[in-house]
């Protein structure tokens, strides 16, 4: 707004979408859901910052997380590290659900 007007300010804004589009694949459907339900079981959805897919893309999978990427099939779990989340209780049956994890 300048010294002489007598209307407020004018904002113009434009917002560009685009789809990307990835060509590696989405992690196993079970153990995508499993960890939604590890991350809400445990109470970590407001220290852990993980959203998306916890495999994919590789450049940016999940902090804590290690994964394998087989040719032809879904990125799988197979590391899971909580360490610095001060986690107390009994370890939530979804962890079943991470099939091929080797180290917790």
Not at 3 to 27: C, F, K, M, Q
Not at 28 to 46: F, G, H, P, T, Y
Not at 54 to 62: I, N, S, T, V
Request: proline fraction near 9%.
């Amino acid at each position: 707004m300048t010294g002489n007007s007598t209307r407020p300010p004018l904002i113009n804004a434009v917002e560009v979408y685009t789809v990307l589009y990835l060509p590696e694949p989405e992690t196993d459907q079970d153990e995508a859901s499993a960890m939604v339900n590890i991350i809400r079981n445990c109470e970590l959805e407001k220290t852990v910052s993980w959203q998306g897919d916890p495999c994919a893309p590789q450049a940016f999978r999940r902090e804590g997380l290690n994964c394998t990427y087989p040719d032809s099939e879904p990125p799988r779990i197979i590391s899971l590290n909580l360490t610095e989340n001060k986690l107390t209780g009994s370890i939530t049956h979804e962890i079943s659900k991470l099939t091929q994890l080797i180290e917790l």
